[in-house]
């Protein structure tokens, strides 16, 4: 690139040179040849005389030759050859009827050549040839061009330096990217990437960080689930092995004792079964496992599960009711829509006290389907309703496991929920209690929601 910005400016300045000296050294034959315009006949007599005029151009050399060739007239001060024949190129051309111009530049200098015929009644009776050395433009021209080469070299210089600058900045930020993605790949989610700047490479270091922010908070998730996953699934194992340590252990046990002990025993491999199934499909959901949705109405899944608790909630004395209104059809399938209706459903009876009141709503709503179910019990307190839909996230540890629970219940029913495009939310009832809402977008006719 700097050989042709160094080169182009020279051939543009050299070749305006060259059409100024054709200009100028074309313009002085002119005059020359009109100054010899009226004569028959050219002799050295009337060229010298017809010739003063030439005097005052300025010229190397000026020179006059018949129609042979014969020179005539000759400026050269040194070695004048009036008198001898003359064949340069230039004269030739002339002799010919040809105006011609030539132009070099070397060894410091331009040296120009023009020549042109003298006419007499449309014949050619003789040619003019001047010549010209010049120093003066030359040494100009290469003035121009030791300045210019300075010039480039002073760019590329600049440009050497500013290429080290740069690529030492760039290096160093994607050296610095790469180590980030090495300390993250070895497990360090903490490790961020300290790119600073605007540009695509800090934009990159940026997304980076974000991508690993996200796997941290994944990975943290991960382990403390596995690690919830292995308490919950630790504990009816201990009692399971403590009983049947018991039984084996226990001499002449009675057969009462025996079925008590069974009896426990498949209580713990229940709630084993439970922990695995709900496990099993919360892992479905994080993998996006989920069956094609269909038009679901949701009024006789919510019909279907209430007479299913209903025989649970008369064991502890407790009524359910529930006040609906049709129209409220979603995208979905039934299993699942029936496993959110039972889980809140559920989970309302266990937690309502003895003698207490469930109530079931479900309507539709500005374009929505909302299913409320509300329990008169004790209540969530405020500082765990934002957490309670974490899976293994218990309010009361104890008194969920002594109620059957998994801790795994809301989970399932808030990504269940979230992959279907609806929301879920929990809040506390004024009068006491806690009422679950959930809101699914409406199906339209052929599928698609409102």
């Not at 051939?11 to 050294?25: A, C, M, N, W, Y």
């Not at 009644?121 to 003066?136: F, L, P, R, S």
């Amino acid at each position: 690139m700097l050989l042709l910005l160094n080169t182009y400016p020279l051939l543009v300045s050299e070749d305006l040179v060259f059409r100024s000296k054709e200009t100028t050294l074309q313009n002085s034959v002119s005059v020359m040849v009109s100054s010899l315009s009226g004569l028959d006949k050219l002799t050295e007599e009337n060229v010298n005389t017809a010739m003063t005029v030439a005097e005052d151009t300025g010229l190397s050399r000026s020179l006059v030759t018949d129609a042979a060739g014969k020179i005539l007239y000759d400026t050269r001060e040194t070695g004048s050859a009036v008198g001898d024949y003359t064949f340069y190129t230039e004269i030739v051309q002339a002799l010919l009827g040809n105006d011609a111009f030539t132009c070099t530049y070397q060894n410091g200098a331009f040296r120009s050549r023009a020549s042109s015929p003298v006419m007499y009644q449309n014949q050619i009776i003789g040619a003019v040839y001047a010549y010209e050395y010049d120093t003066d433009q030359a040494a100009l021209l290469k003035g121009f061009q030791t300045n210019l080469m300075r010039m480039s070299v002073l760019v590329g210089l600049l440009v050497l330096v500013l290429s080290a600058v740069l690529s030492r900045a760039l290096t160093g930020k994607i050296s610095a990217l790469l180590e980030a993605i090495r300390q993250v790949r070895e497990g360090a989610y903490s490790h961020r990437a300290e790119i600073r700047g605007r540009d695509e490479i800090a934009q990159i270091g940026q997304e980076f960080n974000s991508l690993t922010d996200r796997l941290q908070i994944t990975e943290s998730s991960r382990r403390r689930f596995v690690s919830d996953a292995s308490h919950e699934l630790k504990t009816p194992l201990a009692a399971i092995r403590l009983l049947t340590d018991s039984i084996l252990q226990t001499e002449n046990i009675d057969l009462d004792t025996t079925r008590e002990f069974v009896a426990d025993i498949g209580q713990e491999a229940e709630r084993l079964s439970r922990i695995t199934e709900d496990l099993l499909r919360l892992t479905r959901l994080d993998s996006d496992v989920l069956e094609k949705p269909v038009r679901v109405d949701l009024l006789p899944v919510m019909q279907q599960v209430l007479r299913m608790m209903d025989l649970v909630a008369e064991e502890k004395n407790i009524s359910i009711t529930y006040e609906a209104r049709a129209g409220c059809i979603v995208l979905g399938t039934r299993d699942e829509l029936h496993q959110v209706v039972y889980n809140l459903t559920d989970n309302a009876v266990k937690y309502s006290g003895e003698g207490g009141h469930v109530e079931v709503g479900l309507y539709p709503e500005n374009g929505q389907a909302v299913l409320t179910v509300s329990d008169d019990g004790v209540g969530i307190p405020e500082e765990d309703i934002p957490r309670i839909f974490e899976r293994f996230y218990r309010v009361d540890k104890a008194r969920s496991r002594a109620a059957g629970g998994t801790g795994l219940g809301l989970s399932i029913v808030s990504d269940t929920v979230r992959k279907r495009g609806g929301t879920v939310e929990a809040a506390n009832r004024p009068g006491g209690g806690t009422v679950f809402t959930v809101r699914w977008p409406l199906a339209l006719e052929g599928g698609d929601r409102t």
